[in-house]
């Protein structure tokens, strides 16, 4: 129950096009519900984030898009670039204790 | 300067070594956390900590110690080196009564246990 599922584990977009990235969870406590980006020889860093209390976040070209009854939530990507092939986290925490639960990550490539 | 610095960034070590892999933290925050990254493995949690007397085991504890010897500083052993534990380690720290609880990451320590 306190697995986040992510997927696809790669993915491979042209320049211009939209990567959508999924995560599901289990554990309805959680409520606080990150994205990271992480570049090679990088540690991940806070990319957007979202509250179950809203249904879309938007910052510049990235979106989440968090479903509370499917208890799912997605990043999307607009008119992707080469510069945002990176490896992405989602994770997922609750009020009990903010420690993050991760999914095991997508290697994005954006071909030029 | 980093917010989150870790030494060394690159490690060879041969197997039955004890190593230490450091992070200290310019953030102010409690709660510390030691990772390690593999390919296709995404983050496993080794041991945290939410304060210098509260240290805890991650899912990966087995082979690895930790010490927190300050608020700032956190530090994790491997008492005696073997191969599979060849990856990259990551620290990190996080504030739950900041604005978000967000994780901030230190740039890692890639260690090869030859």
């Known amino acids: 129950q306190q697995q986040v599922k992510q997927s696809p584990q790669s993915l491979i977009v042209q320049k211009g096009g939209i990567p959508i990235i999924n995560c599901a969870y289990e554990n309805t406590a959680f409520d606080y519900f990150p994205w990271y980006q992480q570049f090679p020889g990088k540690g991940p860093a806070l990319l957007i984030a979202i509250r179950p209390d809203v249904s879309e976040k938007k910052e510049g070209r990235f979106t989440i898009s968090f479903n509370k009854s499917a208890k799912q939530f997605s990043l999307h990507i607009m008119d992707s670039q080469p510069g945002d092939s990176a490896t992405y986290f989602c994770a997922a925490s609750s009020a009990s204790n903010y420690q993050l639960i991760w999914g095991a990550g997508t290697k994005l490539i954006i071909k030029p | 300067d980093a917010d989150v610095t870790q030494t060394p960034r690159n490690r060879i070590t041969k197997t039955g070594k004890r190593i230490m892999l450091e992070c200290s933290q310019t953030k102010g925050h409690d709660r510390m956390y030691w990772y390690r990254q593999d390919p296709g493995l995404g983050l496993r949690l080794i041991y945290y900590s939410f304060d210098v007397k509260d240290i805890n085991k991650g899912e990966i504890s087995d082979g690895y110690s930790v010490s927190r010897q300050a608020q700032a500083k956190f530090s994790l052993s491997l008492e005696s080196a073997i191969p599979n534990q060849t990856a990259l380690y990551f620290c990190?720290?996080?504030?739950?009564?900041?604005?978000?609880?967000?994780?901030?990451f230190g740039s890692g320590t890639r260690l090869t246990v030859v």
């Open positions: 990190a720290t996080s504030d739950p009564q900041g604005a978000h609880y967000g994780y901030t």
